[in-house]
């Protein structure tokens, strides 16, 4: 890509205050489509990137989810760098397989916790499953953030750098 188109990208990405690992994704995703045309991407229109889906989906294999994901870093390209906002429509996403997820019995996350010998690590999967954190909420989890009076957790700079509170069962204050 471009650099002055690279650049742009980035200035956009920063603008809108993007995590990191989302600037990295969409930048790895701009570059791959490019390399896969040989062209500048302001020379590429919606049959240029509806082929590089189809490609995606057909010759690489991808699943659904990894191709929205190229789709979505394309898009906000078009629309925030080139400023083409009708390309948005144009590119259908892809659905993909509606999946029950597992779901384990209370025997099963029992027993599950029970193999684990640290107390430490019991502890720290007791409350990771207990009140749904993600590993990331988890490390970043301090003392002050437990309120063991009302049984709640602030979770702070979640996902999307928003707070929110989780429930703390009393097993897991108890480890």
């Not at 990405?13 to 500048?40: G, I, N, P, Q, W």
């Not at 979505?72 to 144009?90: S, T």
């Not at 499953?129 to 909420?137: A, D, F, I, V, W």
Request: proline share 3%.
């Amino acid at each position: 890509m471009a650099s002055k188109l690279r650049e742009q990208l980035i200035y956009e990405l920063e603008l809108r205050d993007r995590d990191e690992k989302t600037k990295k994704a969409y930048l790895s995703s701009m570059e791959k489509f490019v390399r896969f045309y040989h062209k500048s991407p302001d020379t590429l229109g919606i049959p240029e990137i509806r082929d590089y889906q189809h490609y995606l989906l057909t010759q690489k294999k991808f699943k659904a989810n990894t191709v929205n994901r190229e789709l979505c870093a394309i898009r906000f390209f078009y629309r925030n760098v080139l400023h083409r906002y009708w390309y948005v429509d144009a590119l259908p996403r892809v659905r993909g397989p509606k999946i029950i997820p597992v779901i384990l019995s209370e025997q099963e996350v029992a027993a599950m916790i029970n193999e684990i010998h640290s107390v430490f690590y019991k502890a720290i999967l007791m409350l990771m499953y207990s009140s749904g954190l993600r590993n990331s909420e988890l490390r970043n989890l301090k003392t002050i953030d437990i309120d063991s009076a009302r049984n709640l957790i602030d979770v702070r700079c979640a996902k999307g750098k928003k707070d929110r509170q989780a429930f703390l069962s009393p097993l897991a204050l108890k480890a």
